[in-house]
């Protein structure tokens, strides 16, 4: 059964709950991002398991992304909303609870609720389109906005807190907890949802929404936003993860320079949305946004290939950061114009798991491919961007028409 926001309510109302959601969730994850990473190496019983937790965010949102789209089609938006921001509660008390008695496990379960957490969270931006219909585009790069703040205050609650205990970070992944207590609350705000299919019609409406993979797949929109928002995430989450090691261990540089490098990532990442509202207005403008990222996205690439210094490696992540905020965008608008009402539910699980495959697989990857050196990532980076930037002339006309 399909469920929407009950007519009449005002899109006023319901995106600015949406946005303070987001940016809950995004100081909460800038937390995590910042800190997970030095908490598995610390408690990791080998080495190469020190990234495992960071990982379990992924593996988290991935498993939970299909249920999610079913979920909300049962039970409406506030209901599974609610339910994951609870899940993250307990998530960031994990976390605080393995350093406590130094048990990895413990730290994987924390980071995994997070990572489910963050599949309902996906879901924020098109509960925003929902509710501003011929304006999708401009809804989901508003609540993407609230990042831009978000990549600020994470990485300085996490260093603010690490020190709260004798356990270091402890405090951090307690904040984690509090922030996502504090997205419960605001949640619990968002207007009931109910069916605007009449009862005697219910039946029917739920035979339609049986899914239908390869007609889907076979959709131009559908196919393009997803590869779109795949290589946005694969490269993102590959150079966020690879680029902090390759400050380290190639150029030499320390810490305070590794977190400033990850924060003018992090600013890259949602800061675009705050002006892309604005510069892509206009009704089917996600080819634009989407080819304007991916060329973002190759100049700072093959800046960081051709210097082989590390400004230029912090310019690659500055410069990625923005390129993948403005083609997530641009995949998820075109995915939300790739199906009717009554596939919503399902089709969006399937769209979802795109951008978080990405990012699974660019974490995985990263490993590997700088142990071939690390020029190795970024031609990876610079393939991927070409291949998007070809599939995104194949499919030009179609999308057209």
């Given at each position: 059964?399909?469920?929407?926001?009950?007519?009449?309510?005002?899109?006023?109302?319901i995106f600015p709950i949406l946005l303070i959601a987001e940016g809950?969730?995004?100081?909460?994850?800038?937390?995590?991002?910042?800190?997970?990473s030095l908490t598995g190496s610390s408690l990791a019983p080998a080495p190469w398991m020190a990234t495992f937790p960071i990982a379990c965010i992924f593996i988290g949102t991935v498993i939970g992304t299909p249920a999610m789209g079913r979920l909300v089609g049962r039970f409406g938006y506030r209901q599974?909303?609610?339910?994951?921001a609870l899940l993250a509660v307990l998530g960031g008390i994990s976390s605080a609870t393995a350093l406590r008695f130094h048990?990895?496990?413990?730290?994987?379960?924390?980071?995994f609720c997070v990572g489910i957490y963050q599949s309902g969270t996906n879901y924020y931006r098109y509960a925003a389109a929902d509710s501003m219909p011929g304006k999708e585009s401009k809804a989901i790069n508003g609540i993407l906005s609230a990042g831009a703040i978000a990549s600020i205050i994470g990485p300085v609650l996490a260093t603010f807190f690490g020190t709260a205990t004798n356990i270091e970070y402890e405090g951090s992944y307690y904040v984690v907890s509090v922030l996502a207590a504090c997205a419960v609350i605001v949640l619990l705000?968002?207007?009931?949802?109910?069916?605007?299919?009449?009862?005697h019609m219910r039946d029917k409406a739920t035979a339609s929404t049986t899914p239908n993979y390869p007609a889907l797949l076979t959709r131009p929109r559908f196919v393009l936003g997803?590869?779109?928002?795949?290589?946005a995430s694969f490269v993102m989450v590959l150079v966020m993860s690879g680029a902090p090691i390759v400050l380290e261990s190639t150029f030499s540089q320390n810490a305070q320079t590794r977190m400033v490098a990850m924060q003018l990532h992090m600013v890259g990442?949602?800061?675009p949305t705050l002006f892309a509202i604005?510069?892509?207005?206009?009704?089917?403008?996600?080819?634009a946004q989407a080819l304007t990222g991916l060329i973002i996205g190759m100049l700072g690439t093959v800046v960081a290939l051709a210097a082989s210094a590390s400004y230029a490696v912090t310019l690659d992540l500055l410069l990625i950061g923005i390129s993948w905020s403005l083609c997530y965008a641009a995949g998820s608008a075109l995915l939300t114009k790739s199906y009717t009402e009554s596939e919503r539910s399902w089709a969006r699980g399937v769209g979802e798991l795109a951008p978080v495959l990405g990012q699974v697989l660019g974490s995985v990857l990263a490993g590997v491919l700088l142990a071939a050196g690390w020029k190795t990532v970024f031609v990876t980076v610079l393939a991927m961007i070409v291949c998007a930037l070809i599939a995104m002339a194949g499919y030009r006309n179609k999308i057209k028409s």
């Open positions: 059964m399909i469920q929407r926001y009950s007519q009449g309510t005002s899109a006023r109302r809950l969730c995004l100081s909460g994850m800038s937390v995590d991002l910042t800190i997970t599974v909303f609610v339910f994951g048990q990895f496990p413990l730290l994987c379960i924390g980071t705000a968002l207007p009931k949802i109910q069916s605007p299919t009449p009862a997803a590869t779109i928002s795949f290589v990442m949602y800061l604005f510069i892509f207005h206009k009704k089917n403008s996600e080819m």
